[in-house]
């Protein structure tokens, strides 16, 4: 089966043609058939790229008012006839739509086959994620008036891997009636890379799932720390919105919330303004003053840039903290595990990570560390550490797909949606 994961963000969408079947689903093997993005989305100057796997494919700026017309856009390379994608020829051969989606509220704890209920559920959680929520729906239905009414879809939400958190991990100590009048709780994210990882983790050191006792360190422009016991998220850093918890690109992570009241008060900065502050212009962007890219801090730290110093020492004095805390929490953990862009390709974030965690059993081998190959999984603890250190690479994109042709591949076998069995979820 041909499945297009679309994953719409505030000002972009990423999308990747993964062919899957039950054998490659088995064998971790499933294939990119083609992959893009469009970014600046609502710009007249909107940057766009898509290739076939194996192509050099097609890049370059134009136009692109709303996601709608992205998608639109990408459509029309698919249709186009000059692709050149593997057994896509037109959007005729793609036989379902996996979504990425920011929110699923309470409603929603599994991946779900998208019908007009559904898609009203999404559209209602629109208030909890304005910015991601609302492309995506507009992502949903522009495939179907481009790929026809009936065209297959799922929503995979990012949280649903967290909906096992109990009260005593989601509530904030705020006034009870706010989470029943509001539904003001902690969510957290990442949930589907975090699904993914875990599952990887299994099957790389032979555990079963409900054995698999981990602290998985997801670090990318958006970071998130999850704990895994038993399997299952037992606790993880976002929270409410994807701001809390660890120092990010430009997100600050967790703050002393009366911050907020003194800066409207005397910075003049409204909801908007402090939303922008804490989402926009903080975390290694705004600690360095330099870049939100964590190859540029580590450069420029590295040939004595004291501020870009200072945001690679606070990124990673966070992680340091929230690994003993829930490994605590955990009565323990057999490993600790990097993912994403930065928890794969640095090692001198993952180093510093781990400094001073020697106390807990947690001893990483530096030489194993930097040798480590780009990509690749592996264990980069010492021989004689009690707590293994893994890297894994994510793939949210394949995890999608799964849960796509799965959801699907059942509805056919002609199974009531809320008798779906999802694999492991
Ligand atoms: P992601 O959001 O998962 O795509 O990750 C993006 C982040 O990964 C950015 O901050 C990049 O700077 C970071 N990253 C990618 N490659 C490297 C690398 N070789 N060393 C350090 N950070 C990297």
């Known amino acids: 089966m041909n499945i297009l994961v679309l994953n719409c963000g505030s000002s972009t969408v990423k999308f990747q043609i993964i062919q899957t079947d039950l054998e490659m689903m088995k064998n971790d093997s499933e294939r990119c058939l083609a992959s893009g993005n469009c970014e600046k989305i609502g710009s007249e100057q909107a940057l766009y ?25 990408i459509f029309d390379w698919i249709n186009s006839g000059q692709a050149g994608i593997e057994g896509v020829s037109s959007l005729k051969d793609i036989q379902a739509v996996g979504h990425r989606i920011l ?25 909890l994620g304005p910015l991601h929520q609302r492309p995506q729906v507009m992502g949903i239905q522009a495939c179907r008036e481009f790929m026809g009414h009936d065209i297959p879809q799922v929503a995979v939400f990012d949280p649903s891997f967290h909906t096992t958190m109990r009260p005593i991990n989601y509530l904030y100590a705020l006034p009870y009636e706010y989470y029943e009048r509001y539904q003001i709780r902690r969510y957290g994210f990442h949930g589907t890379s975090y699904r993914y990882v875990t599952q990887k983790y299994a099957a790389l050191t032979n555990t079963p799932i409900d054995k698999v006792n981990i602290i998985i360190l997801h670090l990318g422009n958006g970071s998130s720390v999850c704990a895994v016991k038993e399997g299952k998220c037992l606790d993880t850093s976002m929270g409410f919105t994807p701001l809390e918890g660890l120092v990010m690109g430009t997100r600050c992570g967790d703050l002393d ?75 323990g953990a057999q490993a600790i595990v990097f993912t994403g862009g930065i928890g794969q390709n640095s090692p001198i974030v993952r180093a510093q990570a ?67 069995v999802m694999r492991n979820a």
């Open 257 to 331: 919330a009366s911050i907020l009241p003194f800066l409207m008060e005397h910075a003049q900065l409204d909801g908007k303004g402090l939303d922008d502050l804490m989402n926009k212009k903080s975390g290694l962007l705004g600690i360095s003053g330099l870049s939100s890219d964590m190859r540029d801090i580590e450069e420029a730290a590295v040939s004595g840039h004291e501020r870009a110093k200072l945001a690679l020492d606070m990124f990673c004095l966070r992680l340091t903290k929230y690994i003993g805390s829930y490994f605590a929490e955990m009565h």
């Open 103 to 127: 929110h699923g509220g309470e409603r929603f704890t599994k991946s779900t086959l998208i019908d007009d209920q559904v898609l009203q559920g999404i559209s209602d959680l629109i208030p």
């Open 49 to 73: 790229g898509m290739r076939a796997t194996g192509s050099e494919g097609i890049k370059g700026v134009r136009p692109l008012r709303d996601h709608r017309e992205a998608i639109c856009a």
């Open 354 to 420: 781990c400094e001073g965690l020697e106390c807990m059993g947690i001893d990483i081998d530096l030489a194993l560390n930097d040798s480590l190959k780009r990509g690749t999984a592996g264990d980069i603890a010492r021989a004689d550490s009690r707590v293994k250190i893994w890297v894994i690479p994510t793939n949210e994109e394949v995890m999608i797909a799964r849960d796509t042709f799965t959801i699907i591949r059942n509805a056919e076998c002609g199974m009531r949606n809320s008798e779906f």
